[in-house]
């Protein structure tokens, strides 16, 4: 019993996991009896029943993989087989193993510890994956996997002590330890020859000489210290056999073992091409890939027999293959053209071309005849000038029903220097569902035509979005910003039916809140949301000597979504004293942190959230 339960304590001998069910198991059954209902009756194991005689006869035939499997399926075969006075069984199974029978564990080395030590996974030392196989050096415990960088990784772990030199009788304490600490066995690995130094374990040469430098001054405690390794002296020859014909059997069963697998791979390949299979396709197969590992880990050769008795299960699995690739194939396929669609739905949109959404525009009739081309065709001359066509129909469709929302019946362009109604500056909406401050559009609260077009409702989830069309009844009007809107461009001496934005912008931080308590000097855009703070805004235009008076640090447009949105700057600035507050007068000595200053702003002036007008950052912290 005790054996099994060390195995727990992985990777030392006798370390096994004889454990216990997962946590999803005990979770299901936890559950299953805080519901009321009787817990399920498992089906009877007859095995269980026969007596101790019958069932070691029974068990007699496998092999210690066997047995250590079978000792965690119940507690009843749990404590049967860790039964000191059952170990006859684990001594049975070594002699089944095909490789030649396992050298005899040396006391105090119980036989189900013995058994999980070399034929239980492992932890490697390296990487902490696990892996089947056995010790890289049953001397030194040493557990490395199979992968390359893990095997070159038992050197540091190692350190050589040549015990030929003089300096083997000047250094009392390595002398007397590498007389009874174990070193790397050289037939295991083939790493040192009979004429190379012994390489012992780093930690376990250190932890022994320390222990005798520790005894060192007290005589009696040196003499009990060495009575106390005197065993282990007088065994080293022992073990030293001992690990020599582990080595030996450790060999040749990894030698056995990979003959056998490259056989059954062989079979496998014959029958692949007897029936005009594919290789690759036939070595995935469940069926068979379950076959082939259970013969593989019980030293069993597979045969035509075994095979065509799996044929028509290894049929189905490859039907389901072929059906799956021929799926992911279209799937991919139809991946490249809706990449290669959105690739020309940007490249219009970079060019000014103003378009729905790219999910509305997925679901049109243009794209599906473009979507039925190959993919290097959806992005032709030709394409593009007939999803040009479409955005342009769709473009004035979606013009005249905004113009209607406006207030404007029956709009004839009938003077090339006027602008469209949706194209003026005063051509301002709101969406109804989001209100007045859109949190999708930090640069303005109000949404022109081309934001109305592409707007997204906050609240709605991805598939909820791509849903939705554009639809001109979800936006309305918004009256405050347009009143703003003519009020700046009448004091700017401009027609309201000619200027554009870009006209408006070029005018640069001319318009000054007359509102605020303090002189706010800003540009069109930032006017036309800063007036939501207002009940009735008046604002007044500003020539170019008096702005330069007035604004003492320039405003950093954009500065707000920089500090909120990129991380490496906000890292950098937002935590230090650098950043003044506008609203409370351009030569205030107050200095905040960027979130004190928020905190000032929503406190003091009651506005939230903060905009790029609101404040300033010093010049020396400025990049």
């Known amino acids: 019993m005790e ?25 299901n059954k936890k559950a299953r009896h805080t519901s009321g209902e009787p817990p399920e009756t498992p089906p009877k194991c007859f095995l269980q029943s026969l007596p101790i005689e019958m069932l070691a006869a029974t068990l007699s035939y496998n092999t210690p993989m066997d ?93 050589t002590y040549n015990t030929t030199t003089a300096a083997t009788e000047t250094n009392a304490p390595l002398h007397f330890t590498t007389q009874w600490l174990p070193h790397l066995e050289g037939k295991r690995n083939n790493l040192v020859t009979p004429d190379q130094p012994k390489y012992y374990s780093v930690r376990a040469l250190q932890e022994a000489v320390g222990e005798y430098v520790r005894v060192v001054d007290d005589p009696a405690a040196l003499t009990a210290y060495k009575e106390s390794k005197q065993a282990a002296i007088d065994q080293r020859t022992a073990r030293k056999t001992w690990y020599d014909a582990l080595c030996e059997f450790a060999n040749k069963y990894e030698t056995d073992q990979r003959k056998l697998i490259e056989d059954n791979s062989k079979l496998v390949a014959r029958f692949a091409d007897k029936e005009g299979w594919n290789i690759e396709d036939l070595s995935c197969s469940e069926t068979l890939k379950n076959k082939r590992a259970l013969f593989n880990r019980t030293f069993q050769s597979l045969t035509l027999h ?24 279209g799937n991919t396929a139809e991946a490249l053209r809706v990449e290669a669609l ?36 959806v992005t032709s001359k030709q394409s593009e000038n ?27 362009p009938i003077s090339k220097n006027k602008l469209h109604p949706v ?42 979005r791509d849903k939705i069309d554009f639809a001109p009844e979800r936006f309305e009007p918004d009256h ?60 007044e235009f500003l020539q170019d000597t008096d702005i330069f008076q007035i604004l003492v640090h320039p405003i950093q447009w954009g500065l707000y979504h920089k500090i909120t949105k990129d991380a490496e700057y906000a890292s950098q600035h937002r935590s230090k004293r650098q950043f003044g507050c506008r609203l409370c007068g351009q030569d205030s000595k107050k200095v905040f942190t960027f979130d ?3 905190s000032h702003v929503k406190e003091k002036h009651r506005y939230e959230p903060m905009r790029d007008e609101d404040f300033f950052q010093l010049p020396a912290a400025r990049n």
């Not at 051509?427 to 209100?435: D, H, S, T």
Request: proline content about 5%; aromatic content about 8%; charged content about 25%.
């Open 386 to 412: 007939l999803a040009l066509r479409f955005f342009k129909r769709w473009e004035e469709e979606a013009k005249a029903l905004m113009t209607k929302s406006l207030g404007v019946d029956d709009w004839v």
């Open 67 to 159: 047995l250590l499997s079978l000792a965690r399926t119940s507690k009843y075969f749990c404590h049967t087989l860790l039964e000191p006075t059952n170990a006859y069984m684990w001594r049975r199974a070594r002699y089944q193993v095909v490789s030649g029978a396992v050298p005899d564990p040396l006391p105090p080395m119980s036989e189900n510890s013995y058994a999980s030590w070399l034929f239980d996974s492992k932890i490697c030392m390296q990487c902490g994956k696990k892996y089947k196989g056995f010790p890289t050096s049953f001397a030194l415990r040493l557990y490395l996997c199979q992968s390359l960088p893990c095997q070159n990784s038992w050197a540091p772990r190692t350190t």
């Open 3 to 27: 054996g099994v339960q060390q195995a727990t304590r992985a990777p030392s001998p006798g370390r096994s996991e004889l454990g216990q069910g997962s946590s999803t198991q005990r979770k």
């Open 596 to 598: 004190g200053l928020r």
């Open 423 to 464: 194209d003026r500056v005063t051509a301002l909406f709101q969406c109804k569902n989001c209100g007045p401050h859109s949190h999708k559009h930090p640069d303005t609260d109000t949404l022109k035509f081309e934001d109305v077009v592409v707007h997204t409702c906050p609240g709605f989830g991805r598939q909820q």
């Open 342 to 377: 959105k690739r020309l739905y940007n490249k219009l949109r970079g060019h000014g071309q103003r378009a729905p959404r790219f999910s509305e525009f997925q679901r049109s009739r243009t794209a599906q005849e473009l979507m039925a081309l190959e993919p290097e065709h």
């Open 480 to 539: 405050k910003a347009i009143a703003v809107a003519k009020s700046a461009v009448f004091l700017s001496g401009l027609d309201v039916e000619k200027v554009d934005m870009t006209r408006m912008l070029n005018l640069g931080n001319a318009f000054i809140c007359k509102s605020c308590p303090s002189l706010i000097l800003m540009n069109f855009r930032n006017l036309i949301g800063h007036c939501k703070r207002h009940e009735n805004m008046t604002i």
């Open 306 to 329: 075994d095979i065509v008795d799996l044929q028509p299960l290894i049929e189905k699995d490859l039907i389901s293959m072929f059906k799956t690739r021929t799926r992911k194939k």
